[in-house]
């Protein structure tokens, strides 16, 4: 089955940076796109970035565009987010999600791992 376990969150200042990993396994890596979700605290989940499957198409929401980038290494199974210039609203849970046909909401996803930032 699908398993995705994010890492590298955690407390940062406003303006400083992040760099997210998700291990990806239970399934081939390479043949599908990949995605970050985010919740932020009282909102709904929100998608983040897209990367195809070979790494070469990205696409961002325009509220991280210029900020952050998502990239992959096929050969470990693991998708990145690099986080730059990061300010208080980018306060979420983030989360790597599996590509699947339908909604966002339902793509598989893993639990999850908490970036904040704040001064």
């Known amino acids: 089955q699908v398993q995705l376990v994010e890492s590298g969150g955690g407390l940062v200042q406003p303006g400083g940076s992040l760099r997210l990993s998700c291990a990806a396994s239970?399934?081939?890596?390479?043949?599908?796109?990949m995605n970050w979700l985010r919740q932020a605290p009282g909102k709904g989940l929100e998608w983040v970035s897209t990367?195809?499957?070979?790494?070469?198409?990205?696409n961002y929401a325009d509220d991280v565009k210029g900020r952050f980038t998502i990239s992959r290494d096929n050969a470990k199974n693991t998708l990145y987010l690099q986080m730059n210039r990061l300010s208080p609203e980018d306060t979420a849970v983030y989360y790597c999600?599996?590509?699947?046909?339908?909604?966002?909401?339902?793509?598989?996803r893993g639990q999850g791992t908490q970036v904040t930032v704040s001064s």
């Open positions: 239970g399934f081939t890596f390479n043949n599908f796109a």
């Open positions: 990367i195809n499957a070979g790494g070469s198409i990205t």
């Open positions: 999600a599996k590509w699947d046909p339908g909604i966002y909401q339902n793509w598989p």
